[in-house]
């Protein structure tokens, strides 16, 4: 953007740049010559400080585009792009109140702004303000209803809000726009992949990764489902492509480590772990994860660290808590802390079969045995079919001289498992 003739025109033709012709520093020190020179009018100073701004920002220099910025509003205070562009710079610094009251200010400005309006959604669907993000987006898609980036925005803060048909037919809006979108494909596959529709969503990741088969987000997506489906194999090999891809996809390090360990490599699980935590080690997902491969192990200290950690990222985590309470019990070891654990995994998610079976068995080692049979009764009325429970229910109301209740249980679990007695021996009661 330039004005005509009011400054020497090589100045102004660095400074606009509009075919990108000249470096960053060039275009900044062309605007920086019309500025120091202040012979322009108060209009026109306004647009060598956007255009400045335009190009540190291009730099990456947020701040002095922020400054700069806000020196072309001060100029001109109906500059809407320059409101618009500075939200952008506070949103890539994640100020992201500063980001929206620039795209307020705007789109008070212009209300059809739809390059304002899709911004603020973008911020508002980061935040996790769904809601206001589809209300954006929505009045972006009026302003601009052919562009197919729109869906896919809108489509991914429906899917954010957990309403995946409304998140699925605006990825169909998408791709009817631009039938080649491989980002597109990529979503409403992950859209069906929450709907545990996986044929469908293998169907769409497919069609992303041959739009793109350097795309590591969609190898990647497609690994989960073949997770879903227990072929760790491929899991594995499009979890590895990914990583390729992208050395530093930590989700993707976490998820192949999953597979490893459900295939029973628990080695190459707790190095995956270990990779992804370096990654990102405020993953309390992933601190749970490899939590489970040193309990496969029997590495109880290192297990109970981890689940420690992770319930300290996540206070409100219960499967670290559950998992924790899981590992001192197996330990033999602060069988009270184990208690608690258990029961605070149970105040967040209540009525969770494992959890149960779990602090049923502190109880039995804490010889509470009326409390673990009331607890082996929770968990048979919620599974039936839980041959480990019943086994050990038997067992304690053999403690508590409950022969024929004792005989009933154990001839039962044993009818669902043959082995359960043999499951039941490692739990290390005695």
């Not at 491929?234 to 492509?241: G, P, T």
């Not at 673990?372 to 919620?382: N, S």
Request: glycine share 6%; aromatic share 10%.
């Amino acid at each position: 953007m330039a004005p005509a003739g009011a400054q020497p025109a090589r100045d102004w033709a660095r400074c606009a740049n509009d075919t990108n012709a000249y470096s960053s520093d060039k275009a900044i020190s062309g605007c920086t010559a019309i500025i120091k020179a202040g012979r322009g009018e108060r209009g026109e100073l306004a647009i060598a400080f956007y255009n400045r701004a335009n190009a540190y920002y291009g730099a990456g220099d947020l701040d002095r585009a922020i400054e700069d910025y806000g020196a072309a509003t001060r100029l001109n205070p109906s500059y809407a792009s320059a409101f618009s562009n500075r939200g952008n710079a506070y949103s890539l610094k994640g100020d992201f109140d500063k980001a929206i009251a620039d795209y307020d200010a705007a789109l008070r400005l212009n209300p059809k702004y739809a390059i304002a309006l899709s911004n603020r959604a973008d911020v508002y669907r980061t935040k996790g303000d769904f809601d206001r993000a589809i209300a954006d987006y929505g009045a972006a898609i009026q302003a601009n209803p052919k562009r197919a980036r729109l869906f896919l925005d809108r489509g991914s803060a429906f899917r954010g809000k957990g309403d995946t048909k409304s998140a699925i037919a605006d990825f169909d809006q998408a791709i009817k726009l631009e039938p080649k979108y491989a980002d597109a494909y990529l979503s409403r596959g992950l859209a069906r992949y929450d709907e545990h529709d996986y044929d469908r969503a293998m169907a769409d990741f497919n069609q992303a990764i041959g739009l793109n088969h350097k795309q590591p987000k969609a190898l990647y997506s497609r690994g989960l489902v073949y997770a879903a489906r227990r072929d760790y194999d491929r899991a594995i090999a499009d979890y590895s492509e990914a990583i390729r891809f992208d050395h530093n996809f930590a989700y993707a390090y976490g998820n192949r480590a999953r597979a490893f360990r459900a295939r029973g490599d628990r080695d190459h699980a707790i190095t995956d772990f270990n990779e992804s935590l370096a990654l990102d080690p405020n993953n309390a997902n992933d601190f749970n994860g490899r939590g489970l491969a040193y309990l496969d192990a029997k590495n109880y200290e290192e297990a109970i660290a981890d689940f420690t950690k992770a319930s300290e990222l996540d206070p409100r985590y219960p499967f670290a808590l559950s998992n924790r309470c899981w590992a001192r019990a197996l330990a033999d070891r602060e069988l009270r802390a184990a208690l608690a654990d258990c029961d605070a995994a149970l105040a967040i998610k209540t009525d969770d079969v494992a959890t149960l079976d779990r602090r049923a068995l502190v109880y039995m080692k804490l010889r509470e045995t009326d409390k673990a049979i009331a607890d082996y009764d929770a968990v048979l009325r919620l599974d039936p079919d839980d041959a480990l429970a019943r086994y050990s229910r038997g067992v304690a109301r053999e403690r508590l001289g409950d022969t024929a209740g004792a005989t009933a249980d154990r001839a039962a679990a044993q009818s669902l498992q043959p082995g359960v007695a043999d499951a039941f021996e490692k739990l290390g009661l005695r």
